[in-house]
């Protein structure tokens, strides 16, 4: 038996490695993590056109739909299309999805409350900016609502203010904002600091934000970080990116798994164990190895063994009881023959045997009245009619969870009478009904029960309260009854087609 574990253990063991190798080298990006996006990028400004910010939301929106977002994009987008995507972009959002607002283009501040500017915005006034503009505050209340476990929001639009000159005051940049808890925000200078559009196809910040992101396994702070060292040193310190964070836990864009290093002795114990039926062998492992690069697999091949040696055992115990009850039933089917050929000497004595009922030439019709006196002679006379009352009976769907639940199984196995008999004394009720107790011997299938070609033998005793009618007979009542009760206690008291 050892050897058949080993052979199936060798097998088993290698899909499981193989198994095992790809999950380590998979990427591991949960497989619940929703990732939602909403770029925005507008550079078509009458007065103060940009050169970069579409191409810099395009740039985003590759990458990040690289990175598993689902991205929606909007270039040149007015007030309100950047509101109704805001909408959309908060409804996307659930409690396990990370979000993520990118907007590229021209921005302000008015009295401390930043305000991204749409392409077809006519602002003469400061107070006017309420009403052209869109409100930060906005997209970040949509993620509020959200609940979700991560936001990013990603502002490049730290460019100077177009509407300056009809400002009564100017303040330069965007101002700094406290991010709600789970959120970074992002800049692309520092608040009150102003960023240069760029000469190249995408602005300075997003280029080098693109280049982070597409590096493996960088959490997110240090994602923000290296853009801006890069940017730093590239603009000469003029531009110094900026962030604001209250996330909690962590969180990386371009997840990829590394292999662990197996240790010499790690791999010299495995392979010692490795093509072992024993369990005790792996058990030993993980003691000396707890964290082991083989850990899981030795765990799977503990679980494996176990499981092969419980089920040998319960197939053991299962062909004893197998064996046991047929011992059981040969035993009673010899009792039957014995009580079978005791019985025939008894009926050769009692007047209303049940050989002459069983073999008499009965009529099929009932009589048309019951002989309260002879009782016995009418159910004779009738058998053939009664009987058929009571299969009838037996039959009706409706009576169905009688029986079963009388010899304890489901009412959808498909339960069969083979002999219908009944015990003396018969009796006639205060209606005329013709009553006494009946045995009905039946089976059913059980395929477990192969010593008697996959039948269930079964015994019913019911007393019924059969009702002449016109066209034979029917059953009025009926009550169960208990089997022990219906013992002989001599010969005289013997049944009827019961041995």
Same mark, same amino acid.
């Given at each position: 038996m050892a050897g058949v574990w080993g052979r199936y253990l060798k097998i088993r063991g290698c899909v499981i490695g193989a198994f095992l190798v790809i999950f380590l080298i998979a990427p591991t990006v949960s497989a619940v993590e929703k990732r939602v996006a909403l770029i925005i990028g507008n550079s078509a400004y009458a007065d103060a056109p940009l050169r970069n910010p579409v191409n810099d939301a395009r740039a985003m929106a590759s990458v990040l739909r690289e990175l598993d977002?689902?991205?929606?994009?909007?270039?040149?987008?007015?007030?309100?299309?950047?509101?109704?995507?805001? $909408?959309?972009f908060g409804r996307k959002l659930n409690q396990d999805a990370v979000g993520l607002f990118y907007f590229s283009g021209h921005g302000m501040q008015v009295r401390g409350v930043n305000y991204l500017i749409p392409v077809q915005a006519q602002v003469g006034t400061e107070e006017e900016v309420e009403v052209e503009a869109m *409100?930060?505050?906005?997209? $970040?209340?949509?993620?509020?609502?959200?609940?979700?476990?991560?936001?990013?929001v990603i502002l490049d639009a730290c460019r100077n203010n177009p509407f300056e000159r009809s400002f009564r005051s100017s303040t330069n940049g965007l101002a700094a904002i406290s991010a709600p808890r789970g959120t970074l925000i992002a800049y692309a200078t520092a608040p009150g600091s102003v960023a240069a559009d760029g000469q190249g196809t995408n602005g300075l910040y997003t280029g080098e934000l693109v280049n982070a992101l597409k590096m493996a396994n960088l959490p997110l702070e240090q994602t923000f970080k290296y853009a801006r060292a890069e940017v730093v040193t590239k603009s000469s310190g003029k531009q110094t990116p900026w962030e604001s964070s209250s996330v909690i836990g962590d969180f990386i864009f371009r997840p990829q798994a590394v292999a662990p290093v197996v240790s010499a002795a790690d791999a010299t114990f495995w392979s010692a164990v490795k093509d072992s039926g024993n369990p005790a062998d792996y058990e030993t492992y993980l003691k000396n190895f707890p964290q082991g690069f083989y850990a899981s697999l030795a765990q799977s091949r503990i679980n494996i063994l176990t499981s092969v040696r419980e089920t040998e055992i319960s197939r053991v115990a299962r062909d004893a009881a197998d064996k046991a009850a047929r011992e059981a039933l040969l035993q009673a089917q010899r009792r039957e023959a014995e009580a079978a050929k005791d019985s025939q000497t008894?009926? +050769?004595?009692?007047?209303?045997?049940?050989?002459?009922?069983?073999? +008499? /030439?009965?009529s099929s019709a009932p009589v048309s009245t019951v002989n309260r006196q002879a009782p016995g002679v009418?159910?004779?006379?009738?058998?053939?009619?009664?009987?058929?009352?009571? %299969?009838t009976h037996f039959d009706d769907p409706e009576n169905k969870w009688f029986y079963a639940s009388h010899i304890q199984v489901m009412t959808s196995y498909p339960l069969r009478v083979n002999v219908v008999n009944y015990y003396d004394p018969?009796?006639?009720? *205060?209606?005329?009904?013709?009553?006494?107790?009946?045995?009905?011997?039946? /089976?059913?299938?059980?395929? %477990?029960n192969i010593y008697t070609g996959g039948l269930q033998p079964f015994s019913i005793y019911v007393r019924y309260a059969v009702q002449q009618q016109a066209g034979g007979y029917t059953v009025k009542e009926f009550l169960p009854v208990a089997a022990a009760s219906m013992r002989p206690k001599d010969t005289s008291d013997q049944s009827r087609g019961m041995p």
């Open positions: 977002f689902d991205v929606t994009l909007l270039e040149n987008a007015d007030r309100t299309r950047m509101q109704r995507a805001a $909408l959309e *409100d930060v505050n906005y997209v $970040l209340a949509r993620m509020a609502v959200a609940k979700n476990r991560f936001n990013i008894a009926q +050769a004595k009692i007047t209303t045997a049940t050989a002459p009922v069983q073999t +008499a /030439s009965l009418e159910m004779k006379s009738n058998w053939k009619a009664i009987e058929q009352a009571v %299969r018969v009796s006639v009720t *205060d209606t005329g009904d013709i009553e006494a107790v009946f045995v009905l011997h039946g /089976s059913y299938p059980f395929p %477990r």
